[in-house]
T-cell receptor
Framework: GAGVSQSPSNKVTEKGKDVELRCDPI?????LYWYRQSLGQGLEFLIYFQGNSAPDKSGLPSDRFSAERTGGSVSTLTIQRTQQEDSAVYLCASSLGGAPELFFGEGSRLTVL | GQQLNQSPQSMFIQEGEDVSMNCTSS?????WLWYKQDPGEGPVLLIA?????ELTSNGRLTAQFGITRKDSFLNISASIPSDVGIYFCAGQPGAGSYQLTFGKGTKLSVIP
């Protein structure tokens, strides 16, 4: 597609449920990033993919968070047993081969009740 | 981890005024970038800087990569209402380092 596409745009869930957030990067972009943005805050790095591999998962806040990427394209961020502090906007970005110019999607706003 | 200090946190200005905001870091970055985020949207890249001392313009926006490689600033001239939003600086340490560190943003409000 023309830009980075994320779904769902909004997700409201109950504490303890699992959620999956999807990212479809710009075609041809080999690098894919997940960031988290809490209300009024900057962007917190979660994980980076180069192709289907994730060389750095150090930003994932806990073992309830995981991500995968298949076919060098679509990525899914999974949060298990959601907690209220997981409420945030989850942003996905892609770039050409790890170039610093990141192109962001519109984000998935997660609200955990 | 690395942290960027971005200031000011927020600004209220009159339409037509110039705006200046900056970012400082305790460590060196090899690339500085400036993004703008509108409500409900993802950040959009405004300007990328690749060399110390570099001064780059994009329309009414001008950004500079500090000589020490530990700071950058963004100027907006003759502000207009659509300049409203949150401006983020971001830095990347260098070759082989893929992670961008973001500042906490400067929220700009323009009074018509």
């Amino acid at each position: 597609g023309a830009g980075v596409s994320q779904s769902p745009s909004n997700k409201v869930t109950e504490k303890g449920k699992d959620v999956e957030l999807r990212c479809d990067p710009i075609s041809g972009h080999t690098a894919l990033y997940w960031y988290r943005q809490s209300l009024g805050q900057g962007l917190e790095f979660l994980i980076y993919f180069q192709g289907n591999s994730a060389p750095d998962k150090s930003g994932l806040p806990s073992d309830r968070f995981s991500a995968e990427r298949t076919g060098g394209s679509v990525s899914t961020l999974t949060i298990q047993r959601t907690q209220q502090e997981d409420s945030a906007v989850y942003l996905c970005a892609s770039s050409l081969g790890g170039a610093p110019e990141l192109f962001f999607g519109e984000g998935s706003r997660l609200t955990v009740l | 981890g690395q942290q960027l200090n971005q200031s000011p946190q927020s600004m209220f200005i009159q339409e037509g005024e110039d705006v200046s905001m900056n970012c400082t870091s305790s460590s060196i970055f090899n690339t500085w970038l400036w993004y703008k985020q509108d409500p409900g949207e993802g950040p959009v890249l405004l300007i990328a800087l690749y060399k110390a001392g570099e001064l780059t313009s994009n329309g009414r926006l001008t950004a500079q990569f500090g000589i020490t490689r530990k700071d950058s600033f963004l100027n907006i001239s003759a502000s207009i209402p659509s300049d409203v939003g949150i401006y983020f600086c971001a830095g990347q340490p260098g070759a082989g380092s893929y992670q961008l560190t973001f500042g906490k943003g400067t929220k700009l409000s323009v009074i018509p």
